[in-house]
């Protein structure tokens, strides 16, 4: 991938929850302060069939990030959508992600996030 979009294995090492929310938080620090613009999270989607922990704790985290101002936009890529506002803005301002196969196809285990 490009240098404006940096991704992310939080699902590496089998973290606990806690940790890849200490990680998720850390990563987003280093990355605007790298100057990237796009964050590609790989946190799986669980083992159970019915979505993981780490994938909630992480979408949570953001939805908490986002209201905070830290960053500007997250999508779920099984549930982008062109015409969602969030999508809208991240292919404006990164139009390389048009050609990212998760973020153009359904995948639970990828979050992509707009610094």
Same mark, same amino acid.
């Given at each position: 991938?490009?240098?404006?979009?940096?991704?992310?294995?939080?699902?590496?090492?089998?973290?606990?929850? @806690?940790?890849?929310?200490? #990680?998720?938080?850390? @990563?987003? @620090?280093?990355?605007?302060?790298?100057?990237?613009? =796009?964050?590609?999270?790989?946190?799986?989607?669980?083992?159970?069939?019915?979505?993981?922990?780490?994938?909630?704790?992480?979408?949570?985290?953001?939805?908490?990030?986002?209201?905070?101002?830290?960053?500007?936009?997250? =999508?779920?890529?099984?549930?982008?959508?062109?015409?969602?506002?969030?999508?809208?803005?991240?292919?404006?301002?990164?139009? @390389?992600?048009? #050609?990212?196969?998760?973020?153009?196809?359904?995948?639970?285990? =990828?979050?992509? =996030?707009?610094?």
């Amino acid at each position: 991938m490009s240098g404006r979009i940096r991704e992310i294995v939080l699902k590496e090492g089998l973290p606990t929850v @806690e940790e890849a929310r200490r #990680r998720l938080i850390a @990563e987003l @620090e280093q990355s605007r302060k790298r100057g990237d613009r =796009v964050l590609k999270l790989i946190h799986g989607y669980g083992s159970s069939g019915v979505g993981g922990r780490l994938r909630d704790a992480v979408r949570s985290s953001l939805r908490r990030r986002l209201k905070e101002g830290k960053i500007r936009a997250f =999508v779920a890529a099984e549930k982008r959508d062109v015409l969602d506002e969030p999508a809208r803005l991240m292919l404006d301002e990164c139009p @390389e992600l048009a #050609r990212d196969n998760d973020f153009r196809n359904y995948n639970e285990g =990828v979050t992509f =996030v707009l610094l």
